[in-house]
Nanobody, 119 residues
Framework: QVQLVESGGGLVQAGGSLRLSCAAS????????MGWYRQAPGKQRELVTA???????NYADSVLGRFTISRDNAKSTVSLQMNSLKPEDTAVYYC?????????????WGQGTQVTVSS
C-alpha cells in the first residue's frame, strides 16, 4: 500500500503564491504517477496536474502557465507550486498516487488541504 501526507495550503490574496507538498510512504517503488486534484464547494473533483514516474506532466487548461508540478523520486514527494492565484482556485486540494499491484493499478488519496484565495 501507499500512504500520502499533504502539507501546505492556506489563505492567500489573489495574485499570490502557495506551495503544496505531498509525501508518499509504503510501496513507493510501485508508484507510476502522482498528481493533484481539487474540489470546490458544490463542484466535482477535477484534475489539476499530474506527473508520471518518467517525468511526463499534464495540466488542466485553467492552471497552465501558473501552476508547476515537480517530483523528487528520491524523497518520494511531489510538490505543486501555485503562482498568480485566482479566487476561482479556491478549493480543497488532494494529492493522489497511482501504484501497481498484482491486481492492477490502484489509486490512493491524501487527506486534502484547503486553499483559499481572497479577492
Amino acid at each position: 500500500q501507499v500512504q500520502l501526507v499533504e502539507s501546505g495550503g492556506g489563505l492567500v490574496q489573489a495574485g499570490g503564491s502557495l506551495r503544496l507538498s505531498c509525501a508518499a510512504s509504503g510501496a513507493i517503488a510501485a508508484i507510476t504517477a502522482m498528481g493533484w486534484y481539487r474540489q470546490a464547494p458544490g463542484k466535482q473533483r477535477e484534475l489539476v496536474t499530474a506527473i508520471t514516474s518518467g517525468g511526463r506532466t499534464n495540466y488542466a487548461d485553467s492552471v497552465l502557465g501558473r501552476f508547476t508540478i515537480s517530483r523528487d523520486n528520491a524523497k518520494s514527494t511531489v510538490s505543486l507550486q501555485m503562482n498568480s492565484l485566482k479566487p476561482e482556485d479556491t478549493a480543497v486540494y488532494y494529492c493522489n498516487a497511482d501504484f501497481a499491484t498484482s491486481l492492477g493499478t490502484k489509486r490512493v488519496w491524501g487527506q486534502g488541504t484547503q486553499v483559499t484565495v481572497s479577492s
